[in-house]
């Protein structure tokens, strides 16, 4: 007997359909993931350039930072160099005076000793500060001893001598005072 024919359309219509249907599929998702990386692609070219101009805007805050604080620096430095001026045209006057041949030496010593006195204060008024203790306590933060003798004056662990005077920068030390601290009245070292 003959095998009777298929005439069932809907199976052989559906077993057709079925891979266009995937490969519509398939393509859609590879058209859908394309358009992704395409937008991923412009999103990191985008945060690239972003990237690149913030890195250029920070070199060149950095080189205006270095120059503006060379021309701080300089201007500071010329601000001290003019105070400083006069102190050396009157030195320069002082060494005149003193090759005369009717040099008074009481007078040049006032003189250089009125030169001393001009130069520290341009210097204060830039914030310089001597550090000059004798009699005080001892400070470690301010001042370097350099020695202990006894005396009988001057209270123990009190500054004795100044060897060096000390300097200070708008409080920032600069060189501390060398100096010889007291350790107090001489004791006997004779035992009787």
Request: overall charge negative.
């Amino acid at each position: 007997m003959p095998e009777p024919e298929n005439t069932d359309t809907t199976t052989n219509a559906g077993t057709a359909a079925a891979p266009a249907a995937e490969a519509a599929a398939a393509e859609a998702t590879t058209t859908d993931l394309a358009a992704q990386l395409a937008a991923a692609k412009a999103e990191a070219a985008a945060n690239y350039d972003k990237f690149m101009r913030s890195a250029a805007d920070l070199e060149n805050f950095r080189r205006r930072t270095v120059r503006d604080k060379e021309d701080l620096r300089t201007t500071a430095t010329g601000r001290v160099l003019e105070d400083i001026f006069p102190v050396l045209d009157t030195l320069g006057l002082a060494i005149h005076a003193a090759r005369q041949p009717n040099a008074d030496l009481k007078s040049l010593v006032g003189g250089v000793d009125m030169v001393l006195t001009q130069l520290k204060t341009a210097l204060a008024n830039h914030g310089l500060k001597e550090i000059s203790p004798a009699g005080q306590p001892f400070d470690p933060h301010q001042h370097e001893a350099i020695s202990h003798q006894p005396s009988a004056e001057v209270k123990e662990e009190h500054v004795l001598t100044v060897v060096r005077t000390g300097y200070s920068l708008n409080g920032r030390l600069l060189r501390p005072a060398s100096v010889v601290v007291s350790s107090g009245p001489a004791k006997d070292t004779k035992k009787s």
